[in-house]
């Protein structure tokens, strides 16, 4: 194990090598985060390109777990696995629950800590700071890389270049033991930002209205690239806000680009890394001291010769274009990331505070503090308020108490809380109460995340939460002249059609290829068809949260009760539709019933019986408009197959949902539809078949899942390939 309570450093780097240049011309157009992912994909044919909406198997450069360490160590051991298949891969970070100092938190922490040791995995323990924040300062993510971890907020990494995407804990332990694991490319979405932001104005203003502004799905599932040139006057501080809450927005991944603000910004870490060293000066006869293993000038020199930049012709399902000139400082809330005001407008409605927040690894970093510490200094936190704050990591503290910016809120008032999570999700000391109104520079507002369900929250940039911790109520600080500011009104946005190369015509077009098929794997997939009118059919619908803890459930049974809360009837018509057309095994074909539904089909709780329960059903296939990238990732590692088809489901809407619109149910009211259709879907070409009652077809199309899916699903699911993997592993 590497113990590192601060910055440590004892490994040779590892860099990959950029793509070669004869195979980059050859390559039609990607995008930036296509072009990245190429480079961690394993498993390729040597003339595939990365296109949004693959599945592809990476092996990352690193994966993060946090306190969730330990339900991956259970996973880990339960599947058989021994050994970690490249300890440089792993990072453990203790940062939740960190101010829990129970006997049984703390065994919790030494196991992880003892784990770690035994393979020697880098681990820091609780106090060192915030996990997305270590990985930033530690250089685990870093520009043009592909780094993943346990936890929603690793888009944040977008801020530094490097594409950073969230994985559940069954994929952290896969990435363990075999160094991989699937990942379906998101779509990719071009948000331009342009001119400049006014005085006082700041990086999580900017997110802050981009989550109000385009608050109807715009982003949801995809993968942004900002762009524009309104990018340059964002700090790195501001781009890693903004990308910590893409999250927010729905994203998958939020990367903005290697420019020179971000490589001088690299340039300064390592000239403080290089003063922390005492590097600096040492007379020639003295050895230098060891090379950061990450952060170095070699890497560094290596990224500022091949920097990679998105094609011309490269495809985007949309372009959102958002005027920085025109935003003035926002506030998200009470209780919704997708609702804000400007603060000269909610500062007249004069809204008291009880408690503020200056935590998270949104908006705690060193110039986070000292904005705020401008607006404390020589002034109190006003009475009847707290206000708490938390470094993003002990680095961040030690800087923000050598600039003195640290005694600063002190000395007003402000109670300090250790390195980590803490009232961001709802832990430890100074949660809202019922009926208290809090305003936090953290990423989330959801009711009862930080306290009580009955409490309301408000996110602000830290100088607001600041100026209103001083006032006791919501308003921005002394020094925000209001004529350096553009009017009080909503900012200018807009939503710009994308060339007809590029989104659904791309996804078409990239339909048509044809995917190689695995040994074993079934060229067709048909059944009868079987529509569910709804979107939004969330996990709680598919699979009923008071059978989630039955630990002892069977798959029967699970089958028995599925779509119990959407439709009582479900589970019963399909196993009767079942028995009704069993019409014998076809080589090469997997019978079932195929389900479809309407868009973000299996949002909501992450709970992976929803489908093990639907696969159990006799339902190998789901084909919906979109879906739940939780329930989507939950369906693959448990060898259920999802395909979107937006055609089909809009012509099944217009002939047999009420009113021609889902919601509803059938045209009588049924909550699922059975239409006497068959369909088959080709695995090879990803042509689908709609033979209809009067023997009549229609032919649509999907993109084929790709061998990574198909490996899988072979494999009986994830946890399957990662006991196949290291039964290989062990006869090598």
Not at 79 to 89: E, F, H, L, P, V
Not at 353 to 359: D, E, F, G, M, N
Not at 495 to 507: N, R, W, Y
Not at 604 to 627: D, H, I, M, N, Y
């Amino acid at each position: 194990m590497r113990f590192l309570g601060g910055m440590a450093w004892a490994r040779p780097l590892r860099r990959h090598l950029a793509t070669a240049a004869s195979n980059e011309r050859n390559r039609p157009p990607q995008t930036v985060i296509e072009k990245v992912v190429q480079k961690y994909a394993v498993g390729l044919s040597p003339d595939k390109t990365i296109r949004s909406g693959d599945y592809v198997m990476i092996r990352p450069e690193h994966v993060m777990t946090h306190d969730n360490t330990g339900p991956v160590m259970s996973k880990f051991n339960s599947i058989g696995a021994t050994r970690i298949d490249n300890s440089k891969q792993p990072v453990f970070t203790l940062d939740h629950d960190v101010q829990n100092k129970s006997a049984k938190n703390m065994a919790k922490y030494a196991s992880i800590e003892a784990f770690a040791r035994r393979h020697g995995i880098d681990f820091y323990p609780a106090g060192r700071g915030i996990g997305h924040q270590v990985l930033v300062e530690e250089g685990y993510a870093f520009p043009q890389t592909l780094t993943v971890a346990s936890d929603s907020h690793s888009n944040m990494y977008g801020g530094v270049g490097c594409v950073g995407t969230p994985i559940v804990r069954t994929d952290a332990a896969a990435i363990w033991a075999t160094g991989k694991t699937w990942w379906q490319v998101p779509r990719m979405v071009n948000v331009e930002l342009r001119g400049t932001l006014a005085p006082g104005v700041t990086g999580k203003d900017v997110i802050v209205a981009l989550c109000s502004s385009f608050n109807k799905d715009e982003v949801l599932n995809a993968a942004i690239e900002f762009t524009g040139d309104g990018v340059s006057c964002l700090s790195v501080d501001d781009r890693l806000t903004i990308s910590n809450m893409t999250t927010e927005w729905g994203a998958l991944v939020g990367v903005f680009p290697v420019d020179d603000v971000l490589l001088n910004w690299y340039d300064a870490m390592l000239k403080k890394i290089e003063l922390h060293t005492f590097a600096f000066g040492l007379p020639s006869s003295i050895p230098p001291p060891p090379e950061h293993p990450r952060l170095n000038k070699r890497r560094l020199d290596a990224l500022k010769a091949a920097t990679l930049r998105s094609d011309i012709g490269a495809s985007y399902s949309s372009h959102l274009i958002f005027d920085l000139s025109t935003l003035v400082p926002h506030v998200a809330g009470p209780n919704s990331v997708k609702v804000s005001t400007p603060v000269p407008e909610l500062e007249s409605k004069n809204v008291a505070i009880q408690k503020a927040y200056l935590v998270s690894c949104t908006n705690s970093r060193a110039s986070d503090i000292a904005a705020a510490a401008a607006v404390l200094k020589g002034r109190k936190v006003a009475p009847g308020v707290e206000f708490y704050i938390a470094a993003a990591s002990s680095v961040v503290q030690r800087e923000s108490e050598k600039r003195g910016d640290w005694d600063a809120l002190v000395s007003a008032g402000a109670k300090v809380l250790p390195a980590g999570c803490g009232p961001c999700i709802g832990l430890g000391t100074g949660l809202l109460e019922e009926g208290q109104v809090g305003i936090s520079a953290t990423n989330r507002n959801y009711k009862g995340r930080m306290g009580h369900p009955k409490a309301l929250a408000y996110l602000a940039s830290p100088a607001v939460v600041a100026a209103s911790a001083v006032k006791g109520y919501i308003c921005g600080p002394d020094t925000l002249d209001a004529s350096l500011l553009p009017a009080t009104k909503p900012p200018t946005f807009m939503v710009e059609a994308v060339p007809e190369t590029s989104g659904e015509g791309a996804t078409a077009a990239a339909a048509a290829a044809d995917e190689p098929l695995l040994s074993g794997f079934p060229g067709k997939f048909a059944g009868p068809l079987v529509f569910a009118p709804q979107d939004n059919l969330n996990t709680d619908g598919i699979y009923p949260g008071k059978y989630t803890y039955e630990d002892d459930i069977t798959l029967a049974r699970q089958a028995q009760v599925v779509m119990e809360n959407y439709d009582p009837a479900f589970a019963g018509s399909i196993a009767a539709l079942l028995e009704s057309s069993a019409d014998g095994a076809q080589t090469g074909v997997k019978k079932g019933v195929v389900l479809v539904s309407g868009y973000n089909f299996g949002s909501g709780s992450s709970r992976e019986q929803a489908a093990t329960a639907l696969k159990a059903a006799g339902v190998p296939l789901v084909v919906a408009g979109s879906f739940g990238d939780i329930f989507k990732r939950n369906a693959i590692n448990n060898g259920l197959v999802c395909m979107e088809c937006p055609a089909l489901v809009a012509d099944l809407t217009q002939e047999f949902a009420k009113d021609g619109k889902r919601g509803a149910g059938g045209v009588n009211g049924e909550l699922t539809v059975f239409p006497r259709f068959d369909l088959e879907v080709d695995m090879t070409s990803g042509k689908v078949t709609v033979t209809l009652e009067d023997g009549s077809t229609r032919a649509y199309a999907v993109r084929p899942i790709g061998p990574s899916v198909q490996e899988l699903w072979l494999c009986g699911g994830l946890e399957g390939y990662i006991v196949k993997s290291i039964k290989e592993g062990s006869n090598t």
